[in-house]
């Protein structure tokens, strides 16, 4: 398996624009992570699904992100619209129904927003 | 909700064994106990994972005491190459209200 993928790798964009982050994660995962790194507060959980439905979106900063998983293979962050404070590494991770604790992390979307 | 405490740095020689220890007090009742290693502009990698007691597998152990309140991830003999940041992550996946919580963070710095 190629492991966990997001897509774009870089992305750099104006404020107040709309940005989507992309991720696949691994074939027969059930459960799907989205983290946000900075220097300032690390790493944060944003949201997670099991089997493609939300169970928790607590970490959510505000109504301008928003998160979807139409299928089991595929999921996206949306940022809109987007502000400078949310210039960050956007990690997405899986895992396994079995070891549900052993995330599989991808390497990270980096969002600049100036 | 399980606030974690570590270490900001740690330095260590080739070759010793290297103990770095994770704060959660306020750890609930279903929560695990996970660690993680992060290289620079990769994503977090999984090391071990533990509830309570001793955990050992083929990299790391993992020490938990009786009363769940900090951990210890134990490395037996480090190389330049463990040479990384290593996060402990606390909380439960059974949608109840803890939330899994990364700690601060340990910058380990591996030397000849």
């Known amino acids: 398996d190629a492991g966990v993928i997001q897509s774009p790798r870089h992305e750099v964009t104006e404020m107040g624009q709309e940005v989507t982050l992309r991720c696949k994660p691994i074939s027969g995962h059930d459960y799907l992570f989205w983290y946000r790194q900075t220097m300032m507060r690390g790493l944060e959980l944003l949201i997670y699904?099991?089997?493609?439905?939300?169970?928790?979106d607590s970490g959510m900063p505000e109504d301008r992100f928003s998160a979807k998983m139409p299928n089991a293979s595929f999921s996206t962050l949306k940022i809109q619209p987007s502000e400078p404070r949310d210039s960050a590494v956007y990690f997405c991770a899986s895992s396994s129904i079995a070891d549900k604790y052993e995330q599989y992390f991808g390497p990270g979307t980096r969002l600049t927003v100036t | 909700l399980a606030k974690t405490t570590q270490p900001i740095s740690m330095d260590s020689y080739e070759g010793q064994e290297v103990n770095i220890t994770c704060s959660h007090n306020?750890?609930?009742?279903?929560?695990?106990i996970t660690w993680y290693q992060q290289f620079p502009s990769q994503g977090p990698r999984f090391i071990i994972q533990?509830?309570?007691t001793k955990v050992t597998n083929e990299v790391a152990s993992l020490f938990i005491p009786a009363d769940r309140k900090s951990s210890t991830l134990s490395l037996p003999r480090v190389s330049l190459s463990d040479t990384a940041v290593y996060y402990c992550l606390v909380g439960d996946l059974t949608g109840t209200a803890s939330k899994l919580t990364f700690g601060t963070g340990t910058r380990l710095q591996v030397t000849l």
């Open positions: 699904f099991n089997n493609n439905v939300p169970i928790d």
């Open positions: 306020n750890i609930a009742t279903n929560d695990y």
């Open positions: 533990g509830y309570k």
